[in-house]
């Protein structure tokens, strides 16, 4: 089937209709894994909790191509083009993925892009929103994928954006035509692209009718009233934007959907056209790919309005098919309060709906991988934590306390350095640093996020995002499963998955002293992290020594009625070869306190050893 015969031009089609309709209609397909055949449900059911999986998150461009390098060399440069990854290459490395334990994969963008443009390898501005990106594959790839993925109980979350499209057309700046412009408070006169890439001076307005490669797609974009069209945010200093709201406005190229902008008709009423297209479009992926969650970029740019009605809608479309526990989260990298804007709803509201159910959690990833490098004070974590309690306290979400479904991580893809540093001079001095992040990743509240290539140890660095991106496929020998950080990966995954008061406990941040000392939370730099998670009679101990040089011997207090005067515990995991064992519980005025001695840079994690 060739594009043309396979595109759909507008979201109010009957196809679109059946596809969505159809969608409720269950069924199987038999699926080969390993030899044998696997019947898969569809709509496959989504997971009792998220809290039981792990995600891992792929950038589509830079996975794997099974049957070509990447285009450019060396694979780990910085790449501002298509290195050639794309869906097939993550099909063929499933069970390498299986094999670390994971529990979903994300995946960024994988709709069609602006043809021409070499830019926008990241997926994050789209053409065409009801097609796939024929430079990453076919819509039966990704079908495939997502049926080979179910087949081994991986969940399949897709990468969306509801603030802004591609390089769709290009702004006359007083007769200079050019893809990026200045702020301005009224609005640009602008070119629509044609199939070619170039700006057509006829389209001043969006044509009604057009190639499929021109302009944007679905045909209901079509509209100059639909996109911002004022240029790059306007910026009054060096040091931010306007006050008052989120900038208003494109990311660089990448032409801002004026989702506020509201019309009124005879037929619907006061309505949001560009929310009720974005809203269609995507319950259509979910419907034509039976994907089981959406992570929605740049979420804090658009109405926090939207963003509970576009949680809420997707959630209950995916429930009408059957998927009772279809997952949103978005990106919102911002401080607590900004993100309590977009995660569910307020209780004092008396609005119905309940939006995203969760966001990325950015306030935690700002201080985590300074307090595994020594470079912040563990309290700061117990701080965040507390303040999150209170920000959220009124937060309804459709989980319940929304925090607790946070999805944590290191890195991503729009830092400069991922979070794991090889020096030149001693290569792996700085490997503990890594395993103890991973662990504190899985041990914390939230749902563990790794960055590919984390598991082979990418380690790019440098003044631009494009040094985190690397190629992993490029990389000898870069589907390991043997390598040290595969493997403790895979130690930890799999002890999340056999421990629930690591998945659902209650966490508090534990006081720690050092022989002769008073206890707290260490205030200091290079200090020693320790918290608890308590599940019902269980509590599971986390203890991290962040100096890289000295041993931390000491005292943490437990919890005083789960563990006796002389009770016994045990290490479930030391990110060390030969950990030392833990002493027997005392009683210190009038605590619980369990004796530990921690390595450079090491992590334990420990239970009460029942006799």
Known sequence: MTMQQSHIESVYSKKVQNILQNAKERHSREISVGGRKVSVPVPFPSPAD????????????????????????????????????????????????????????????????????????????????????????????????????????????????????????????????????????????????DKNGIPNPAWELAPANCHYDAAVHPAELRNNDYFRQQGKPEKISRKGYRSGSEPSGDFCSLKELNTGWRKYDDINGNHYPVRNILIRAYQLMIAKFDVDGFRIDTLKYVEPEFARVFGNTMREYALSIGKKNFFTFGEVADVESKIREYVGRDTNNPEDLIGVDAALDFPLCDRLGDVVKGQKSPCELADMFNNRKEVQKNCLSSHGDASQYFVTFLDNHDKYNRFYYADPREPHKYDPQLTMGVALLFALQGIPCIYYGTERGLCGHGDADQCVREALWGKSNAFNEDHPFSRNIRTIAGLHAACPALRYGRQYFRPVAAPGGDFGISPYTDGVAAFSRILGDTEILIAANTQTANDWSGNVLIDFALSPDGAAWQILYSNMDNPQAPGTVSTIMNARALPITLAPMEIQILSRKIL
């Not at 179910?150 to 499209?165: G, K, Q, S, T």
């Not at 609005?187 to 692209?193: G, L």
């Open 50 to 193: 998220w809290r039981d999986q792990w995600i891992y998150f792929i950038m589509v461009d830079r996975f794997n191509n099974p049957d070509a390098p990447p285009r450019y060399s060396p694979w780990d440069s910085k790449c501002g083009s298509f290195q050639g990854g794309n869906i097939n290459g993550i099909r063929a490395k499933l069970d390498y993925l299986k094999q670390l334990n994971i529990g979903a994969i994300w995946l960024t963008p994988i709709f069609k892009n602006c043809p021409l443009q070499e830019g926008t390898y990241h997926g994050y501005g789209f053409q065409d929103l009801l097609s796939i990106d024929p430079r990453f594959g076919t819509e039966d790839d990704v079908r495939n994928l997502v049926y080979e993925a179910h087949a081994r109980n991986i969940y399949v979350i897709f990468d969306i954006v509801l603030n802004h499209a591609g390089d769709v057309f290009a702004y006359d700046v007083n007769g200079s035509i050019q893809a990026e412009a200045e702020w301005s408070y009224r609005k640009y006169e602008v070119n629509w692209r």
